[in-house]
Structure formats: C-alpha cells, structure tokens
C-alpha cells in the first residue's frame, strides 16, 4: 500500500449553514463514496479529515454535533479519522506521520471545499513530496463574496451581487492552479474506467 484517499471535510457542518443552497455539487457524497469504494478496492488507505473550530460555537463546533462525516458515508474499521483545526489537513494533524509510518507516496484529494481546505491541502501534499491526484468532480465550493462586499450577506444577496465569484469559476480556476504543478486533475468516471472492471 503506498497509496492514500484523503477526504476532506465532507462532513454535517456544511448543510446546517444557510449557504448550502448554494453547493457546487450537493451530490458530493456519493462521488466521495464511489472513490472510496475505488480505494477500498484497490487496497489503499482511506484517511477521513474533519474541521474542526472547539468552542467556536456555530457549525463547526463539535458540540453542536454537525462536525460527523455526511450521512451518506461510511468509515470502515482501522481507517484513520483525524480532525484538523487549519485549511490544510497536515498542519495541525499528525496526518503526515500516519502517512510515513505506512509508507504512503501518492495521495488522491477530494473533499469540502475546492478552493479552500482541498486546494491548500493538495498544494501543502506537493510540497511535501507527495504525488497527488485531485479529483476535481468530487470536490464541492459554494460562491464567494467579494472582499468589499458587506458582511453578513443573505445568500441572496450573495447570489445577486455582480462581485460574486461563481462556483463554477473558483472551480475552473483551481484546476488550472494546480494542474502541471501541484497535482493532476481528474474525475471519478476517470479514475472508475482506469480501475477495469470489477470482478
């Protein structure tokens, strides 16, 4: 096994928040579950990564209880679980060392949100030698407001803003950040037809 499926935040936090309505991808756990049953499969490691924000008090506060993979999806025994408190999954996680104590070289990403803790965590992987793998159609954004906009917008407001960035367009644009540099881009239905059949 020198292989590992890191996914990231795809967890209850996003769909207690009013912007939800907005999600790229509101399917993204069952792209997340066809790629772990593509790494279950292939004998690869399957590593679960929350964000966590203790005492934060909103979504991200364990003690609401949203901090829990999406109910879709399903952890397996002796698939490591960690929770970061960071964008990226490796600063303040012991991920890295999970992933040299088994001999990991190549990781797949995909995860919560594209531009966001799955970018910076694939950008952060590279650097680290990793060879990575970002699979772009099960990653999930939603809009972003511009940085003049006024805080606390309605989604409505969000969505009707000139300024706004589309998610489409922040996906776009990360593709083209990381290809050729940080990782290679690909899709489940890719990674699916390179697996061959199943027996």
Known sequence: MTRALIVIDVQESFRARPLWETISNPKIADQVDRLVRLARGAGDLVVWVLHAEPGSGDVFDPALGHVRLMDELRREDGEPLIHKTSHNAFTTTNLQQLLTERGIRELTVCGIRTEQCVETTTRVASDLGYL????????????????????????????????????????????????????????????????????
């Open 132 to 199: 990575v793998t970002f699979v772009v159609d099960a990653t999930a954004t939603n809009p972003i407001p511009h940085r003049d906009a006024p805080a606390g917008q309605s989604v409505a407001e969000l969505l009707s803003d000139p300024r706004t960035l589309g998610a489409d367009e922040i996906i776009r644009r990360t593709e083209y950040a990381l290809a050729g540099r940080f990782a290679t881009i690909t899709t489940v239905g890719q990674l699916e037809d390179s697996a061959g059949p199943r027996a």
